[in-house]
């Protein structure tokens, strides 16, 4: 494995740092967009609240691949040329988002009515209440389900090796066909994923604490 490591460390490297920046981006686009989809499931407004739940009914339900392979194949047939890297994202983004929208649905759920009601008594507009007060409580509540599907997205990246988005898995299969020494070579790619998924665990065990969550 060690042998392994000293011949093939530039072509993993890449591997690592895409997965870092593929894993980076849809993180913080799929919470963007998850948070926006979540307050949308609860609007007054049957149209949007409708069309939200359709978004996130339709894409937690399909294979994270057939989202990817869509923008990679199917796309560049009818508009425009995609990467692998950049498909990988965007399916990453969407299928974590629509997990991410009913965590935050479910959060805000879990806040008080009356909250919303001393709100507006106070001369806030509703966007606002729900801005300043109401998101951050249910973003609180919902932190450790948020942090298994950050988890869960650095883990589903490796859809990328499906694209040839030139991902650590993707690397990791080059090397393994390379050398056809398949047990060292996946162990040692397990191994790299680690590296970004336990400090990410670890950190949000660390936030969870800080926040006062796990207080009984």
Request: proline content about 4%.
């Amino acid at each position: 494995m060690i042998g392994l490591l000293q011949q093939y460390w530039p072509l993993l490297l890449e591997g690592f740092l895409n997965t870092l920046i593929a894993s980076v981006i849809a993180l913080f686009c799929s919470l963007i967009i998850g948070i926006i989809m979540g307050m949308l499931q609860l609007s007054s407004n049957k149209i949007v609240k409708g069309l939200a739940n359709i978004y996130v009914e339709f894409f937690r339900n399909i294979p994270l691949l057939i989202i990817v392979m869509f923008f990679y194949v199917v796309i560049p047939m009818y508009w425009m040329n995609i990467s692998g890297f950049v498909a990988g994202i965007i399916g990453l983004t969407i299928y974590t988002s629509s997990f991410i929208a009913d965590n935050v649905r479910a959060g805000i759920l879990t806040v008080p009515s009356g909250q919303m009601e001393a709100g507006l008594s106070q001369g806030m507009k509703k966007i606002q209440v729900m801005r300043y007060v109401i998101l951050p409580q249910a973003i609180r509540i919902v932190l450790p389900p948020l942090g298994n599907q950050f988890i869960n997205l650095v883990k589903n990246s490796s859809v990328l090796a499906m694209v040839a988005g030139l991902d650590l898995m993707y690397y990791g299969d080059f090397v393994a066909m390379e050398t056809f020494n398949t047990f060292d070579t996946y162990i040692l790619v397990g191994l790299i994923y680690l590296i970004i998924t336990l400090p990410l665990t670890y950190a949000t065990r660390k936030l969870e604490a800080k926040l006062g969550i796990n207080d009984n």
